[in-house]
């Protein structure tokens, strides 16, 4: 622990936060696991499901669908917790996610399958998949917000958010580059990416059992205040009135984001068709670097994510001189502005650099949406009070996440029927709109100010 007027480390934080409870380390570790794999695979899943014969509207409904399983899980996972106690919750959770990377591995294999006279197509298993492979993201959430708050001196939220994302941030960076190593060892994409799956599966039962065998729920309270409907009445009436600027600024931002996230992908696979080519010398040696544009899409988010593992503990200290708003509105101006800066900025940054390093510079920007992410959890859960953290932060992600549903199929549709560029023009329009509402009437939580 830090002495006595010294800035806390992110070493010293993190300390912090495990030492609260054992159950906290355990949860960490799982949420690692679990993160790890389903970075190494969502991510991914576009492509995979265009290998298997799916359009660009239908990979549009498949993020749709992903917003709803975001939207509804929380509060049926909270239920679920009450009946069978924490520990047994994340068993099932666990099993569940690792049983949802297992239909995605075998989904090639079942291929099409008649039934009533309808022809099943193999990407159907895709979507059965997403709705177990999200099922641990269900118990976690509120919980890691009322933690941190609880540990955390007000002044300080952003620095404890900074941690713990540092930490679970990690298994974003290591999944997706783990993955494109194992993309790499075959040139066909539908094998290639099964490996990567087989590999999540692995991960997925090894989180479940170590969670299984450590976690300690013997004064466990989380679940226990779930009481059905009225609580998500009663919650959404008495959410705090400084968040509702943020809450509206960040809708329009996570709306324009969701219309093309799943997309990403395809921009770097289909639509520039770009890899990576590049000789590399070391220690007097030369070795040749092939990477087909799958496997660089992989890199490219390490690069991402690297990115924003140096930028977020330094951004969340710098709230503290100049305040969360700030930097939570330039998080939400590289949300807003990307989409139209990556599908249009290779061709803008043609004449100064080859192809495959624009995308390369691009990603690093993207990266630096997530500088803001600490000091906007802050933000969300600042002003609650003291043992609500963890309902206002459900609450929030609730009513975010149930207006961001329909992104994904508006900004499919977009890109199957109309274009590309227009999708993503209109998606930077929103995004950036979202951005200056929240510049324009967002509130500093007092803390900071």
Known sequence: MAASG?????????????????????????????????????????????????????IGLYGTVGNVISAVYPYPGGAVSDRLG?????????????????????????????????????????FVGLLLAQAWKSFGLGATFAVVKQATEPSK??????????FRRTAFFAGPVLAA???????????????????????GAVGTVVQHVLY????????????????????????PSELRPLLVGDTLVRFANGMLYVFFVLVVTQFY???????????????AIDLSPAAFFGYLLGVEMLVALATMMPAAKLAERVG??????????????FPI???????????????????????????????GLPSHKALIVGPAEQDAGGRVTGTYYLLRNTVVIPSAAIGGYLWEFVSPELAFTIAAVVGVAGTGYFLAFGEEFAAYR
Not at 88 to 113: D, R
Not at 181 to 203: Q, W
Not at 225 to 237: C, I, K, P, W, Y
């Open 6 to 58: 010294d800035e806390p480390t992110v070493r010293d934080q993190f300390r912090q936060f495990f030492a609260l409870e054992g159950d906290v380390l355990t949860l960490s570790l799982a949420m690692f696991a679990f993160s790890l794999g389903f970075q190494m695979t969502s991510r991914y899943l576009p492509e995979y499901m265009a290998a298997l014969g799916a359009s660009g509207f239908v």
């Open 86 to 126: 924490s520990r047994y919750a994340l068993t099932l959770f666990g099993l569940l996610s690792t049983l949802g990377f297992g239909v995605w591995f075998v989904a090639p294999s079942v291929g099409a399958v008649e039934l009533a006279g309808i022809t099943i197509q193999p990407w159907l298993w895709i």
């Open 157 to 166: 939220l952003a620095a404890g958010f900074a941690s713990t994302e540092t």
């Open 181 to 203: 190593a194992l993309i790499g060892l075959h040139p066909e994409f539908t094998v290639s990416f099964r490996y990567v799956l087989a590999v999540a599966v692995a991960f």
């Open 216 to 239: 300690d729920a013997s004064e466990d309270s989380f679940g226990d205040s779930f009481a059905g409907l009225e609580q998500v009445r009663a919650d959404l009436r008495e959410m």
């Open 273 to 287: 068709e770009v890899g990576f080519d590049a000789t590399v010398a070391l220690a007097g040696a030369s070795y």
């Open 324 to 337: 969360l708003k700030p930097i939570v509105g330039l998080g939400f101006l590289v949300y807003g502005t």
């Open 341 to 371: 800066v990556l599908i249009y900025g290779p061709d803008v940054l043609a004449p100064a650099m080859s192809l495959q390093w624009a995308m390369v510079l691009l990603f690093a920007f993207s990266g630096l949406r997530f500088a």
